[in-house]
Protein backbone atom coordinates (compact mmCIF):
# COMPACT_ATOMS: atom_id res chain seq x y z
CA UNK A 1 0.00 0.00 0.00
CA UNK A 2 1.06 3.25 -0.73
CA UNK A 3 2.08 5.82 1.63
CA UNK A 4 2.57 9.69 1.72
CA UNK A 5 4.85 11.70 4.04
CA UNK A 6 4.61 15.56 3.67
CA UNK A 7 7.37 17.78 5.10
CA UNK A 8 8.35 21.20 4.95
CA UNK A 9 5.57 22.56 6.45
CA UNK A 10 6.43 25.28 9.67
CA UNK A 11 5.92 29.03 11.25
CA UNK A 12 6.59 31.79 8.37
CA UNK A 13 5.54 35.33 8.44
CA UNK A 14 2.80 37.12 5.83
CA UNK A 15 4.43 37.71 3.00
CA UNK A 16 6.59 34.66 3.20
CA UNK A 17 7.24 31.50 1.03
CA UNK A 18 7.22 27.95 1.93
CA UNK A 19 7.81 24.57 -0.34
CA UNK A 20 5.84 21.49 0.69
CA UNK A 21 6.53 17.94 -0.45
CA UNK A 22 4.90 14.99 -0.50
CA UNK A 23 6.71 11.96 -1.61
CA UNK A 24 5.80 8.54 -1.76
CA UNK A 25 6.78 5.08 -0.24
CA UNK A 26 5.82 1.45 -0.67
CA UNK A 27 5.16 2.42 -4.05
CA UNK A 28 4.79 5.20 -6.69
CA UNK A 29 2.82 7.89 -7.95
CA UNK A 30 2.85 6.64 -11.77
CA UNK A 31 -0.73 6.62 -12.74
CA UNK A 32 -2.23 8.64 -10.09
CA UNK A 33 -2.80 12.17 -9.71
CA UNK A 34 -1.57 14.24 -7.08
CA UNK A 35 -3.21 16.73 -4.92
CA UNK A 36 -3.37 18.94 -2.27
CA UNK A 37 -5.62 19.96 0.59
CA UNK A 38 -5.83 22.03 3.53
CA UNK A 39 -7.86 22.03 6.38
CA UNK A 40 -7.87 25.26 9.21
CA UNK A 41 -9.50 24.49 12.57
CA UNK A 42 -13.20 24.50 12.51
CA UNK A 43 -13.58 24.15 8.72
CA UNK A 44 -13.55 21.62 6.31
CA UNK A 45 -10.91 20.27 4.11
CA UNK A 46 -10.48 22.78 1.02
CA UNK A 47 -8.70 21.22 -2.21
CA UNK A 48 -5.88 23.41 -3.17
CA UNK A 49 -4.18 22.08 -6.20
CA UNK A 50 -3.71 18.92 -8.01
CA UNK A 51 -1.20 17.78 -10.88
CA UNK A 52 -2.21 14.81 -13.83
CA UNK A 53 -0.20 12.01 -14.03
CA UNK A 54 0.06 11.51 -17.98
CA UNK A 55 0.70 15.35 -19.08
CA UNK A 56 1.20 17.10 -15.39
CA UNK A 57 -1.88 19.39 -16.30
CA UNK A 58 -2.37 21.49 -13.18
CA UNK A 59 -5.72 22.89 -11.46
CA UNK A 60 -5.29 25.67 -8.76
CA UNK A 61 -7.78 26.81 -6.03
CA UNK A 62 -9.08 30.41 -6.82
CA UNK A 63 -7.88 31.16 -3.31
CA UNK A 64 -4.69 30.53 -4.11
CA UNK A 65 -3.90 31.10 -7.87
CA UNK A 66 -1.07 33.14 -8.42
CA UNK A 67 0.54 32.77 -4.88
CA UNK A 68 0.53 28.56 -5.24
CA UNK A 69 1.91 26.20 -7.79
CA UNK A 70 2.19 22.87 -7.83
CA UNK A 71 4.59 20.30 -9.19
CA UNK A 72 6.21 16.74 -9.60
CA UNK A 73 9.14 14.74 -9.85
CA UNK A 74 7.98 11.07 -10.31
CA UNK A 75 11.75 9.76 -10.32
CA UNK A 76 11.77 10.71 -6.76
CA UNK A 77 8.04 9.81 -6.46
CA UNK A 78 7.40 13.59 -5.07
CA UNK A 79 5.11 15.80 -5.26
CA UNK A 80 5.57 19.86 -4.35
CA UNK A 81 3.38 23.09 -3.26
CA UNK A 82 5.54 25.90 -3.71
CA UNK A 83 3.45 28.58 -1.43
CA UNK A 84 4.62 32.16 -2.04
CA UNK A 85 2.78 35.13 -1.22
CA UNK A 86 1.36 33.08 2.48
CA UNK A 87 -1.39 35.12 3.88
CA UNK A 88 -2.70 34.65 8.08
CA UNK A 89 -5.61 32.70 6.74
CA UNK A 90 -3.27 29.82 4.43
CA UNK A 91 -2.74 28.63 7.85
CA UNK A 92 -3.83 25.13 8.05
CA UNK A 93 -2.61 21.22 7.86
CA UNK A 94 -1.94 20.74 4.53
CA UNK A 95 -2.34 17.22 2.92
CA UNK A 96 -1.18 15.20 0.54
CA UNK A 97 -3.53 13.22 -1.78
CA UNK A 98 -3.83 10.69 -4.44
CA UNK A 99 -6.04 9.15 -6.91
CA UNK A 100 -6.11 7.92 -10.54
CA UNK A 101 -8.84 10.14 -11.57
CA UNK A 102 -8.35 13.93 -11.27
CA UNK A 103 -12.13 14.26 -11.33
CA UNK A 104 -12.42 12.25 -8.01
CA UNK A 105 -9.11 14.03 -6.42
CA UNK A 106 -10.34 17.60 -6.75
CA UNK A 107 -13.92 16.30 -5.09
CA UNK A 108 -11.77 15.51 -2.28
CA UNK A 109 -11.64 11.86 -2.63
CA UNK A 110 -8.03 10.61 -2.52
CA UNK A 111 -7.41 7.01 -2.99
CA UNK A 112 -4.16 7.50 -0.20
CA UNK A 113 -3.97 10.26 1.93
CA UNK A 114 -0.78 11.89 3.99
CA UNK A 115 -0.73 12.71 7.63
CA UNK A 116 -0.71 16.23 7.00
CA UNK A 117 1.82 19.23 8.02
CA UNK A 118 0.77 22.32 9.98
CA UNK A 119 1.66 25.43 8.39
CA UNK A 120 1.17 28.42 10.31
CA UNK A 121 1.55 32.15 8.76
CA UNK A 122 2.03 34.96 11.45
CA UNK A 123 0.25 38.28 10.66
Known amino acids: QVQLAEAGGGLVQAGGSLKLSCTASRGTFSGYAMGWFRQAPGKERQFVAA????????YVADSVKGRFAISRDDAKNTVYLQMSSLKPEDTAVYYC????????????????WGQGTQVTVSS
Open 51 to 58: IAWFDGST
Open 97 to 112: ASNPSMDHLRLGNGYY
